[in-house]
């Protein structure tokens, strides 16, 4: 369940609130598709813009329409007490793990941390990936960290950003994080644009956000790495740069793939939680063209 394609699904708004049809539609469409798991409500997933009771019913519907596709689900929230209450909604729901990130808005020491993960864990019998997301979480994890927290009891997983560029220093970076991790716990590269890159210098799992809007574009990357061509998974990936831009360009992934399940007709227009505006017209239209030069038909 911690190793392969985890496809990062968004979560559609339409009048302010969660789109269910569409939403079931994009989780069915992703268990079609063979990914190896679904992560519901992560930051692709808009989960911090949710309430509880908003991200108890995202969870229901994930784990009620992914079949037999393994669905995690993201916990992270300011409180440590609503963590638990998140964690509690997934395990009703029938999750298969859960992803916490640490979300803060006063600064986080290390020591906070790990008690919330300690806590966690503690609490629940679910499997726990971690999630390293400093872009949007401002709380950066260092080795050491990863290390301490992968001891305790139900880590599976430490979804880490984008490896340093360059196959020494890529390889360098993963014997660090092996080395401080159980051999139990596996490796999950984030950062759609790398991923190739990192499954290639030896991680385990590949947290897409692309994969929740256009699973397939995703599952030939990382087929092509897990079955050793890394050739062919980097060139899958070097094929997909104008899209990469778009992400580097656009404001982050967020916006793009939120355009692109619009323009394929996915979810239903202005599609995120406000205040998030989304594309502008011209955006839209540049996405568009490199939708179709690319072949993102879906």
Not at 179 to 195: C, E, K, R, Y
Not at 269 to 276: D, E, Q
């Amino acid at each position: 369940m911690f190793t392969g394609l985890s496809a990062f699904p968004l979560t559609p708004f339409v009048d302010d609130a969660v789109d269910a049809a569409a939403y079931a539609g994009l989780i069915e469409r992703l268990a079609a598709s063979g990914v190896d798991s679904i992560t519901a409500l992560g930051s692709t997933g808009s989960y911090a813009y949710l309430s509880l009771e908003e991200r108890s019913r995202v969870a229901r519907l994930a784990v009620a329409h992914a079949g037999a596709t393994p669905v995690h689900v993201g916990v992270g929230a300011l409180r440590t007490s609503h963590v638990l209450e998140n964690v509690r909604s997934a395990e009703a729901a029938g999750a298969s793990g859960v992803l916490l990130a640490p979300m803060t808005y006063q600064p986080l020491t290390p020591d906070d941390v790990f008690q919330l993960f300690a806590t966690v864990a503690d609490a629940t019998e679910l499997p726990v990936i971690v999630y390293d997301n400093p872009g949007t979480t401002h709380f950066t994890f260092t080795t050491e960290l990863y290390g301490r927290i992968a001891q305790l009891p139900g880590i599976a997983s430490v979804k880490v950003p984008a490896l340093p560029e360059g196959d020494a220093a890529a390889s360098d970076r993963m014997a660090q994080i092996r080395a401080a991790l159980p051999d139990h716990v596996t490796v999950g590269i984030s950062g759609d644009a790398s991923a190739a890159a990192g499954l290639t210098a030896g991680c385990d799992a590949w947290y897409s956000v692309i994969a929740g809007t256009l699973p397939e574009v995703a599952l030939r990357i990382a087929r092509a790495a897990q079955s050793g061509d890394r050739d062919a998974a980097l060139q899958a990936s070097a094929e997909l740069q104008p899209l990469w831009n778009l992400f580097s360009t656009m404001g982050g992934s967020l916006r793009v793939t939120a355009a692109i399940a619009e323009l394929l007709g996915l979810v239903a227009p202005r599609s995120l939680p406000l205040p998030i505006l989304g594309l502008t017209a011209a955006q839209r239209a540049e996405v568009a063209r490199v939708s179709d030069e690319l072949g993102l038909g879906g």
